[in-house]
């Protein structure tokens, strides 16, 4: 089955700067993945994603890049600012079904 | 409507109890999912049903029974359940249809005393 790993576990920026999460994943027939983000006590909400036959995706201060042939995709966020603080996860899908497998996650903390 | 309402907010049972979860949508997809996220964790899948028929079961205890009376409503039945089973329990849907998209719920903090 599909292997998920996020880094980092943590990561702590300063307001401004760029904050950058990657995540690596070991079924090669993956097709979709997406970034959710989660604020404390609030549900997973879909930030981004991308599909398979496409590198790159942007959207404002947030982008995705996949890496088909080394298994990664990361998440960039730019301009990073106070409300970008929460907890972010990748959620790979497998081609099989509609099941996601999802990393760990990463704690985003945006320090003023 | 562009939403996935969820009911109750919280609730506290005890062990003896049994509740239900009931989760709701009104975008027309066809995919519904429950989901237990507990404390500093990823949500783990618990059941999906795809076109109103249940598709996967995660091998989740018998203490927790789904039921999805129509492709708008997904319910989740609990009885005897244990404390560690407290937790934050999430629906989400998706169109069904090669779109996998999933949109989630505001979740139901459960608390089993």
């Known amino acids: 089955g599909e292997n998920v790993e996020q880094h980092p576990s943590t990561l702590s920026v300063q307001e401004g700067d760029s904050a950058v999460i990657k995540c690596t994943y070991s079924?090669?027939?993956?097709?979709?993945f997406p970034w959710y983000k989660q604020e404390l006590g609030k549900r997973p909400q879909l930030i981004i994603d991308i599909r398979s036959n496409v590198g790159e995706k942007k959207d404002q201060r947030i982008a995705v890049t996949l890496n088909k042939t080394a298994k990664h995709f990361s998440l960039h966020i730019t301009e990073t600012q106070p409300e970008d603080s929460a907890v972010y996860f990748c959620?790979?899908?497998?081609?099989?079904?509609?099941?996601?497998?999802w990393g760990a996650g990463t704690k985003l903390i945006i320090k003023p | 409507d562009t939403e996935v309402t969820q009911t109750p907010k919280h609730l506290v049972m005890g062990m003896t109890n049994k509740k239900s979860l009931k989760c709701e949508q009104h975008m027309g997809h066809r995919a519904m999912y429950w989901y237990k996220q507990k404390a500093k964790k990823p949500p783990e899948l618990m059941f999906v049903?795809?076109?109103?028929?249940?598709?996967i079961n995660e091998s989740v205890p018998s203490r927790f029974s789904p039921e999805c009376p129509n492709s708008s409503l997904l319910n989740l039945h609990l009885h005897a359940l244990q404390p560690e089973d407290s937790a934050l329990y999430l629906c989400?849907?998706?169109?069904?249809?090669?779109?996998?998209?999933?949109?989630f719920g505001p979740g139901t903090r459960l608390t089993v005393t």
């Open positions: 079924d090669s027939a993956s097709n979709y």
């Open positions: 989400a849907s998706s169109q069904g249809d090669g779109s996998y998209e999933q949109y």
């Open positions: 049903y795809s076109y109103e028929k249940l598709s």
């Open positions: 959620a790979p899908k497998p081609d099989s079904n509609y099941q996601l497998i």
